[in-house]
């Protein structure tokens, strides 16, 4: 941006989509401005590991099945195809190149991952230099390599800068208010501007007004600072179309969840799980598709469930190791088990990990998991109705017995609850943040109440990430990461490609 504070494209947040929107506008020629309310760019997607990608030269090599037909079909089937088939389709289109577009940058990947058993090969894990094991936070690297090449290609990038409002005259975005370290607001006259501000997940009024969730209490989602909602107030203040904005759902236990890592893989294992009226409601198989159990979760009352296993289930996981790996907690035996009970029942804190960080001081310390010698003792600690429970466990007995006429569950799974200790877990709906908010075509320019387009404004990443219907599609892990990128990809191109158009 020149002196005078004029850019062809202002882009309004330098997280996942933002950076990638700035780099791919500049390719094509653009004066970019990239205006950033934090002291660096990546946004929440510094904590994720990989992005979706199919037919992908990883999954040829791996020799993954999975086409971009497939994903096609499971995502507007998944979505009863109430979601724009043809951005869907474009991004599905783009998902590969994009992974070749950033290894030109420096980029590299591990390879095409699952993240559970059911969900397809399509998680590109980014490769931390100098290892070869997948890390959490990997996909840093990933955004300082688009920083570096947004610096290369003479993006300015302005940190602790805030955009306040989107000037639209006549119709037209000619503008950002914006307010820099100084306090000092002014505008940035512009051709167009790209809105990628992440949503809405730090933004508990948000959250309770648009989902009906009390953070901290019935939710537990990562609170990304940063991620306010600015974006989608400003852009509902220009007459941009509302959609209604989901929560990538996922589940968690307070405290246990990132920090005794072991328990909580233990606990999220497909044994007998309850709700607060002692009835069991899922078929427990489905638990690693967090989003399925959080969801399920959710509609229990207070919103919560349980998951209860016993001394005989612990000897059984010591023998053979768990049902359930994931690829990101990489906790396959119990050898921590006894030391991490042990130190949670006495209040000692191991392995505390930074997502820990985000929850707050009440979450964790709020005890959610137990150690019980009896049924009665689960009912007392928890407050789940004792008679339910105990028919329950009956009835669950039963059914590993035989068969769980009740929900399915594959036997290798049904293992019953006959004495010993229990060992109890206490589960809670979380998020990694909202998804949507505003109407976008399938070019991401966004749309007013009408429908039309405004011209010159572009929204791209969570604000615009409205096609996953009412859940995320975990079965092709990398989505959300996938979304924002190729999204930004595409509104970066397609802005220069307007400001250059008769159009204009
Ligand atoms: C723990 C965790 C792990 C994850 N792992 C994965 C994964 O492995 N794969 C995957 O697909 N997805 C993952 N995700 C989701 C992924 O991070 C998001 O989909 C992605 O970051 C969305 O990109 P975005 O650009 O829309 O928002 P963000 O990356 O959050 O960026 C938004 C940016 O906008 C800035 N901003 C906001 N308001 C303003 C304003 N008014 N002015 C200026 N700047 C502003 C913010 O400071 C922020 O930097 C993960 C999320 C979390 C929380």
Redesign the pocket.
Known sequence: MSESMEADVVV????????TAAVAAAEKGASVLL????S?????????????AVESKYQKAQLVDFSQEDAFRLLMEYTHWRVDARLVRKYIAQSADTVEWVEKMGVEFLGAFKYFQNSTQT?H?VKTAGSNVPAERA?SNLYRALTAQSEDLGVQIMYR????RIVVEDGAVTGVE?TGEDGVPRVVECNAVIV????F?NNPTMIHDYMGYEWGKDLHS?R?????G??LS?LWATGAGRTEPVM?LTFTTPGVTDVYKTISETMRQPNLMVNLDGLRFIDEEIMNNTVFTGNSVARQRQRVAFTIINDEIVADYRTKGLDYVTFHHNIKTMDKWDREVAAYVGGEAVEASG?SDLHNEDQKHQKNFWVCDSLEEVAAVTGIDLKNLQATVTEYNGYCDSTDSQFFKPYKYLRPLRGGRYYVARHFPAG??SLGGVNVNDRMEVLDTAGLKIPGLYA????A?NIFGDSYCFYM????????INS?RMAGYNSMEYIDSDDF
């Open positions: 309004i947040g330098g997280g996942a989509s933002g950076i205006v950033e309310k934090g660096t760019t990546g946004g929440a997607a510094n904590m994720g590991m990989g992005f979706f998680w894990v996909a800068t805030t955009a306040t914006l990628a501000t992440g949503g997940g990562f990304i600072p940063g991620v306010d600015d974006g400003m990538e997502l990694y943040g791209s990443g969570t604000d990430c892990p990398g989505n959300t990461m996938g979304f924002a930004g």
